[in-house]
């Protein structure tokens, strides 16, 4: 047995209203349930999770910035260049921001909500440009070059799960009698091994 993918992630954060205010406005995520002044549940659009995002107020205190044993930062994934663009600006927008990195396979903007918790959100390159990414890599993490990043790729490529989702549902509305199997790949790597 081998998991999947991550379902949702927990946060304990000082400021529960704050924080919702912050995820909403500049990831898009909606608040599915809450219970004001001690826990919000959130959902990313078209999510099929039970939620995303959960929020757990803590009360007064920081986060100090060192770091410790722990959760160093959650990664969400966006479907298109586009979209990490507009994020990006979202994040400038609310003082977020702290970082912009390449790491060959993934193109990522680093934010710390006013909790102090750090997320990155990233776009993932296209399966069949991943070799030729990491070859011309210099160094793990390389500053996030935009001018050639939006020139090597539409901004409109969907890529990851949305990559897979839409091929799935363009084969589905392709066949006669519909899907071959009943939920088609459900990962990149099944995407991968389906194309082989």
């Known amino acids: 047995m081998a998991v999947r993918r991550l379902n949702h992630a927990v946060l ?6 704050r924080a919702v205010k912050f995820y909403t406005t500049t990831l898009g995520l909606e608040v599915l349930a809450e219970m004001p002044g001690q826990a919000a549940f959130l959902l990313s659009p078209g999510s099929t999770n039970e939620h995303d995002l959960g ?12 770091p410790r044993v722990g959760l160093y930062h959650l990664a969400w994934e966006v479907a298109t260049l586009a979209d990490l663009a507009a994020t990006r600006e979202k994040l ?10 390449d790491h060959g396979l993934t193109k990522s903007l680093y934010a710390k ?8 959100v ?3 390159v296209p399966i069949e440009d991943r070799e030729a990414e990491l070859a011309r890599a210099t160094a793990p993490t390389m500053p ?11 901004p409109q490529l969907k890529t990851g799960i949305a990559a897979t989702a839409t091929a799935t549902a363009t084969a589905t509305a ?18 991968l091994a389906a194309q082989e």
């Open 92 to 101: 400038i927008a609310a003082g977020a921001l702290v970082g912009e990195s």
């Open 122 to 124: 990233m776009w993932g």
């Open 113 to 120: 909500d006013p909790s102090g918790n750090e997320f990155e």
């Open 12 to 17: 304990y954060v000082n400021g529960l209203d």
């Open 174 to 191: 392709a066949s006669p009698t519909g899907p071959t199997s009943p939920a088609g790949p459900t990962s990149p790597t099944e995407l």
């Open 55 to 66: 929020l757990f107020e803590v009360g007064s205190g920081h986060n100090d910035g060192r």
């Open 144 to 154: 996030l070059d935009w001018d050639r990043t939006l020139a090597r790729w539409d």
